[in-house]
């Protein structure tokens, strides 16, 4: 397998034993989801089994025999809050752990939806049965829907227009719920030794069956019905999804359904033929059997993704995967256009050789936000074309990073192109994007001790600057200096709206109660959530508005407005805006305190 540029030997080779890791993990205690995942595209299973590694791996936390359970609920939490910090941090020392950041860093997976799927098997670690069919079906979705759904971004990723929010796609729910119950079914012999039933109390009712029936393996027919009940549900959901998600799918990832589909029916099958061992030990289908599903799929697979997918195996923006050719290569495909400087070189002097005012670190804002206005207006009123407008905007850029590392800054974050943005002409923002991606390329401000950050949605962004966007966060993500945050197709009120729908569905799985919902609850639902909240607001060219940015961190931030448009600014403006905000009394709703 031919290495990366951007790691040490060391750093690669722990990833790479950290992806092996998984891919044994998922192996040996899923087989049948292994195999599936050996339908997608090569590029992306490194990733689908660090996904399904930590979801196992939190689950056997909780089922492991040592211990009370508040102990294993204990060490659950613990391993859950580490990840949280490792997932904030962008490594771990733990081989589950570190293959997961890996793969949420460069994927662009959806944090908050995995780390609240994780909080869901958290909360199910009180073992209760549950009296409803509803009460099931909300467990399932707060734990499941996660996990099919960062599969299919990982497809939209490589570059296949599937739909990523797949919840709201007809037939998705029920084809969860029969995932679930195929699995409740599967795994009922090891839920049986440890003294557990989780069907619905409700349909145990029906059939006049009680749980110390199932844990006394008493092969009744009423038990009888109850299982061949279950199993023919799970199928019927199955293929009734099946049949509603076909049309929503293009061909390559419908294999992936119909696959998933034709195993689980066999397993189902498998069940029903077992009859009483159901109950004693786990069922499998026979290899020759399964093969008869894998052998075809994974074929009409490959030649879809030969097909559909750039011939380089290619992952987002079309960049080689190193190991690719190899279905089994342990890490995830990685890129770098232009070395880092290591050690981070210094910053630049000012071309003038002004230096920076002495603000002691503890009067020093943590926070600065910067809304870059006036690069087209200033280029129009020269007589210029606005994208010379964007062009200087990014040398101020360089020049403001500069002075923020001098003088000692830890948070920088720029409005680089709002959600509103697009309203332009299809010209400039093609001309912008193409800047924003040559800056990026060109890698001067990353020389320095400069940890990128990208702040918004890749919906709708060019392949090749979502793909240099992670690619430098990525790189940068051990710097310990500035942390600059780029805010690229990034909308306030989107970022509020998503939290907002985020923490519904929490309410709806009652994984909340909506009465006594916290600042800090609604917080930790946003993107970047621990990202600190903005000091200072500084916008540029004359504008007193500040434009849809960062309305939940900048709640209580020093406003700070200029004249001067952004092309026309350097770090000497920062500078005298940090020396403002030093003057500032920062009350935050208290009284003015008295001589």
Known sequence: MRRSATRSGRERSALDAAYDECRRLVRTTRPTEYALMGLMPPAARPACWALYAAFAHADDLLDATDGTLEERAARLHEWREALRADLAGGTSDDPIRLALTDAVWHWGLELGDLLGALEAVQRDGDRQSVATWQEWR????????????????????????VPVRLRDVPGFTRFVEGLFLADMLRDLPEDLDGGHVWFPTEVLDRFQVTPADLIARRWTPAVRRLIAHLTGEARAWLEGARRVLRGSLPLGPAIVLDT?????TAELDAIIGAGPAALRRPVRVPRHKQWRVLGPARARAAAIWRLTLPPTTATPGGRPVPGAEADTAPGTPEWQPVPLAEPPLPPRPHAEGVRPPGIAPAQLPNHVAIVMDGNGRWATGLGLPRDEGHRAGAVALRDVVQGALEVGLRHLTVYAFSTENWKRSPDEVSKLFAIMRAELLDGELLQHDVRLRWIGSPDGLPDDVVDVLRSQERATRHRTGLTLNICVNYGGRAELTRAGAALARAALAGDIDPSRVTEQQFAAYLPHHAMPDVDLLWRTSGELRISNFLPWHAHYAELHFTDTPWPEVDRRDLWQALETYTRRKRRKGAATETA
């Open 138 to 161: 909300e467990r399932a979705h707060a734990q499941n829907i996660s996990w099919p759904e960062q599969f299919m971004r990982l497809l939209v990723r490589c570059g296949l227009p």
């Open 260 to 264: 998933t589909v034709d195993l689980f």
